[in-house]
């Protein structure tokens, strides 16, 4: 980062110096006998079903034409200087070589090494003047921070601060890595938040994670910014995105890095062709194994309403399915009327460690979806999302019904064991 007091340091002042121009017309930097090259990788915006942007890529050789990773690349730095020198040599590199179709407006993806951000303004100013040397707008830019390694909060705020205040957007990078908090995402706003591929991998092996993936995006959107899923390699790793809500993604599946800023929609179409069917197939799928339940709850309400059976009935024949846990009755505050009745064998608490919460008697849940839909909504079922049960401690769907019984509004509550669905 640079600031109006940079003090100017000689080994990290020019680092364009070192960039050299190919035969092929494109460019490379050399830095401790390693030759600098760019690669693009396509980041795609579901909604607009195109190609938004590339993120630059590191690809160094050594004499003999190997390939040398990022991290051994900038392990050959010998201190602080060095290790700025190359950062900013790195992306002078990328800018100089990225030629998207000028009426794309795709932005460029650059990755800025944490030890920059924060020591790098005592290198002397860099990034503004390379920008306009290369007449490179920037807000085509999007700066990737890995906040996860900068400890010093007033430093990484300065940073987000600085790369804005040139017209960057800025993204954090590798979240829910590491050390990564919700915190962070609070104090500086970031326009985009990159998921790590350690969160894609989990939610393909975990039904708790993938769950819980929507509203993890959700919250990000709250926060006022765009989520981008990176690392997706396969079919259902990008269905997973879709199904979360995910804005941007990014990954092997879609295309690969290459030299040239290129990519193509043909993944997505066959995508969105898929998540269509995989769509309505788990619809047909929820509300198959839904049927018996909302049927037989709607008909146990009605003729509780009407008196013709007990509370006890009316348990006794939802009692008959087997995913039935618990079944409650509150009036229009939302206040329990009595205990929940459990249906035969079930334990107030299924693990034990929860008893404190088992019993319901008295509670109020006036601020549950599933009492706030049933009031907006009556003589409607409503079926819940799946949620942690705080009475029976395990994943579980309610179905709601606001129904007039003597005259007096009710809503009757039906919890299912939803922990294998």
Same mark, same amino acid.
């Given at each position: 980062?640079?600031?109006?007091?940079?003090?100017?340091?000689?080994?990290?002042?020019?680092?364009?110096?070192?960039?050299?121009?190919?035969?092929?017309?494109?460019?490379?930097?050399?830095?401790?006998?390693?030759?600098?090259?760019?690669?693009?990788?396509?980041?795609?915006?579901?909604?607009?079903?195109?190609?938004?942007?590339?993120?630059?890529?590191?690809?160094?050789?050594?004499?003999?034409?190997?390939?040398?990773?990022?991290?051994?690349?900038?392990?050959?730095?010998?201190?602080?200087?060095?290790?700025?020198?190359?950062?900013?040599?790195?992306?002078?590199?990328?800018?100089?070589?990225?030629?998207?179709?000028?009426?794309?407006?795709?932005?460029?993806?650059?990755?800025?090494?944490?030890?920059?951000?924060?020591?790098?303004?005592?290198?002397?100013?860099?990034?503004?003047?390379?920008?306009?040397? &290369?007449?490179? %707008?920037?807000?085509?830019?999007?700066? @990737?921070? $890995? +906040?996860?390694?900068? #400890?010093?909060? *007033?430093?990484?705020?300065?940073?987000?601060?600085?790369?804005?205040?040139?017209?960057?957007?800025?993204?954090?990078?590798?979240?829910?890595?590491?050390?990564?908090?919700?915190?962070?995402?609070?104090?500086?706003?970031?326009?985009?938040?990159?998921?790590?591929?350690?969160?894609?991998?989990?939610?393909?092996?975990?039904?708790?994670?993938?769950?819980?993936?929507?509203?993890?995006?959700?919250?990000?959107?709250?926060?006022?910014?765009?989520?981008?899923?990176?690392?997706?390699?396969?079919?259902?790793?990008?269905?997973?995105?879709?199904?979360?809500?995910?804005?941007?993604?990014?990954?092997?599946?879609?295309? &690969?890095?290459? %030299?040239?800023?290129?990519?193509?929609? @043909?993944? $997505? +179409?066959?995508?969105? #062709?898929?998540? *269509?069917?995989?769509?309505?197939?788990?619809?047909?799928?929820?509300?198959?194994?839904?049927?018996?339940?909302?049927?037989?709850?709607?008909?146990?309400?009605?003729?509780?309403?009407?008196?013709?059976?007990?509370?006890?009935?009316?348990?006794?024949?939802?009692?008959?399915?087997?995913?039935?846990?618990?079944?409650?009755?509150?009036?229009?505050?939302?206040?329990?009327?009595?205990?929940?009745?459990?249906?035969?064998?079930?334990?107030?608490?299924?693990?034990?460690?929860?008893?404190?919460?088992?019993?319901?008697?008295?509670?109020?849940?006036?601020?549950?979806?599933?009492?706030?839909?049933?009031?907006?909504?009556?003589?409607?079922?409503?079926?819940?999302?799946?949620?942690?049960?705080?009475?029976?401690?395990?994943?579980?769907?309610?179905?709601?019904?606001?129904?007039?019984?003597?005259?007096?509004?009710?809503?009757?509550?039906?919890?299912?064991?939803?922990?294998?669905?």
């Amino acid at each position: 980062m640079n600031g109006p007091h940079a003090i100017p340091r000689p080994a990290a002042a020019a680092p364009e110096d070192a960039v050299l121009r190919l035969a092929d017309g494109r460019y490379a930097g050399q830095f401790r006998g390693l030759t600098l090259h760019s690669a693009f990788q396509p980041i795609f915006s579901l909604a607009h079903r195109r190609v938004v942007g590339y993120e630059a890529l590191l690809r160094a050789r050594d004499g003999e034409d190997g390939a040398v990773s990022p991290f051994a690349a900038f392990a050959l730095a010998r201190d602080e200087a060095e290790t700025v020198h190359l950062d900013r040599l790195c992306r002078g590199v990328h800018v100089h070589n990225f030629a998207a179709p000028a009426d794309s407006g795709a932005w460029l993806f650059l990755n800025v090494s944490p030890q920059v951000v924060v020591h790098g303004r005592a290198y002397g100013a860099f990034f503004e003047a390379m920008l306009k040397r &290369r007449a490179f %707008p920037p807000q085509r830019l999007v700066v @990737e921070i $890995l +906040e996860e390694e900068i #400890r010093d909060e *007033a430093m990484l705020a300065d940073a987000v601060a600085y790369y804005r205040g040139l017209g960057c957007l800025v993204a954090i990078d590798d979240f829910g890595a590491g050390h990564s908090n919700f915190d962070r995402i609070w104090r500086i706003a970031p326009d985009i938040v990159k998921l790590d591929r350690a969160m894609t991998v989990q939610a393909a092996e975990s039904a708790r994670v993938r769950r819980v993936m929507p509203n993890l995006v959700g919250l990000l959107h709250q926060s006022g910014s765009l989520v981008l899923m990176e690392g997706v390699e396969t079919e259902e790793e990008a269905l997973i995105g879709m199904e979360a809500g995910i804005d941007l993604m990014q990954g092997y599946y879609f295309g &690969r890095p290459a %030299p040239c800023p290129c990519g193509n929609g @043909e993944a $997505l +179409e066959a995508l969105e #062709r898929r998540f *269509a069917h995989y769509s309505h197939s788990e619809r047909d799928r929820h509300r198959d194994q839904l049927a018996p339940y909302v049927e037989t709850f709607l008909r146990a309400a009605g003729r509780l309403a009407k008196k013709e059976i007990t509370w006890e009935g009316a348990c006794a024949a939802l009692f008959t399915l087997p995913q039935t846990t618990r079944l409650f009755i509150l009036d229009d505050a939302g206040r329990q009327w009595g205990d929940s009745v459990l249906a035969p064998g079930r334990q107030p608490a299924e693990d034990a460690r929860f008893t404190p919460l088992a019993d319901g008697g008295g509670a109020v849940w006036s601020r549950r979806r599933y009492f706030i839909e049933a009031l907006e909504r009556p003589g409607e079922i409503q079926v819940s999302r799946p949620y942690l049960s705080i009475t029976g401690a395990g994943m579980c769907v309610t179905l709601s019904l606001l129904f007039q019984q003597g005259g007096e509004s009710r809503v009757f509550c039906c919890d299912l064991d939803w922990r294998n669905s």
